[in-house]
């Protein structure tokens, strides 16, 4: 299909920049079995999973990989702010650096206060050409990590830091309830909805939770450059599903219960960790699966997802799994009735209606 396809017209006023206070009053839109569209909020979760479902859920954890800091050559500094995406080694990550005209190859960087004990200094080792950056830390791996937290900010996506600063309040509002695996650049939004009460009374009423692992990239904030989605190559995400994960996931389906896919990181996961029958196995690898329109979900019931960018494959994911038509007709309807989009916006639950794309 056609990257443009994807598109559709989105004010800037439905951007959410902050969380709902409280969460549960956050929107929440349901699409059905039959495409039917319906309106509710975050705190009707507890009326609409029902005893026996399973939601899979992303334990990842954010760090706070935003840093500010100055680049230093013979002498002259520059500030300068740098977005850690992917660590090649704990002392080694590339970067995004903006503003990227300011560093070259050589240049030593440093981020936090000038004479604080957690200051990072680094080296711009190698510069690719799509302008991203190798720092070289000057740390041992341990420090790093300490340092890193001390002074590091959360990585908020572009289009919310086009229009405000990380703060204090991002390093509680950006990570989810689930969070124990230290290695995202990115918060898996759509855990970002759950509240100790709201997971109390599902648990009570039979709902299992099983928790699986991806550490979310940067590349889920790029645009997609191609035309055409059949040349658009995925980014790749390295996820875990254990044995004891996949075998519960299976025994709740076989008894009756839906599989409930809390984000799409923890969709794509499981749809790289199934098999052609709908059994999750054990997974332990990167994945850069694509799911667009004509592709089956065979491994979820159900997702439970935010609001996505035009034109964005997350965008394309949603349409594929409950059908483009419906989901272009959704996301019309939640542009008019005022639902907030994307990381801190409102969510939606979505029946698995890809067999209708796949046929």
């Known amino acids: 299909m056609l990257v443009s396809q994807f598109d559709f017209d989105l004010p800037d006023s439905a951007i959410a920049l902050r969380p709902a206070t409280p969460r549960e009053s956050a929107r929440l839109m349901t699409v059905d079995e039959n495409g039917e569209i319906g309106d509710h909020h975050v705190a009707d979760l507890t009326r609409l999973i029902r005893p026996g479902d399973i939601l899979v859920v992303n334990d990842t954890r954010v760090l706070p990989v935003q840093l500010h800091g100055q680049r230093n050559r013979e002498g002259q500094c520059v500030d300068i702010e740098a977005t850690l995406i992917k660590s090649l080694s704990p002392v080694i990550w590339q970067a995004f650096i903006k503003p990227g005209r300011r560093v070259r190859v050589g240049d030593i960087v440093s981020f936090g206060h000038e004479g604080s004990a957690s200051i990072l200094n680094a080296i711009a080792t190698a510069k690719d050409d799509d302008g991203l950056y190798t720092l070289s830390f000057d740390h041992s791996a341990e420090d790093m990590s300490t340092r890193l937290h001390k002074i590091g900010g959360m990585p908020l996506p572009p289009y919310i830091r086009s229009k405000r600063s990380e703060d204090e309040q991002d390093k509680t509002d950006y990570q989810t309830i689930f969070a124990a695996s230290e290695g995202s650049v990115a918060a898996p939004t759509a855990g970002l909805h759950f509240t100790p009460a709201i997971l109390e009374t599902l648990t009570a009423k039979g ?7 991806l550490h979310v990239g940067a590349g889920t904030f790029l645009p997609v450059k191609v035309d055409d989605t059949r040349d658009h ?39 790289s960790a199934c098999d052609d029958d709908g059994v999750i196995h054990p997974f332990a690898d990167e994945t850069s699966i694509f799911i667009t329109p004509g592709v089956r979900v065979r491994s979820a019931d159900i997702l439970m997802t935010n609001f996505h960018l035009p034109k964005s494959t997350l965008f394309m ?9 419906t989901m272009k007709a959704a996301y019309a309807h939640a542009v008019e009735t005022g639902y907030r989009f994307f990381s801190y916006g409102d969510t939606s639950l979505l029946a698995n209606r890809s067999g209708i794309d796949a046929r």
Do not use: W
């Not at 709902?207 to 692992?213: D, L, S």
């Not at 190559?233 to 996949?246: L, R, S």
């Not at 994911?317 to 038509?325: D, N, P």
């Open 317 to 325: 994911l949603v349409c594929a799994f409950s059908g483009y038509e």
């Open 233 to 271: 190559k995925m980014h790749a995400e390295y996820g875990e599903v254990t044995q004891t994960v996949a075998d519960k996931i299976n025994a709740a389906r076989a008894n009756g219960g839906r599989v409930i896919c809390v984000g799409t990181t923890a969709l794509r996961l499981i749809e």
């Open 207 to 213: 709902v299992e939770i099983a928790q699986v692992t």
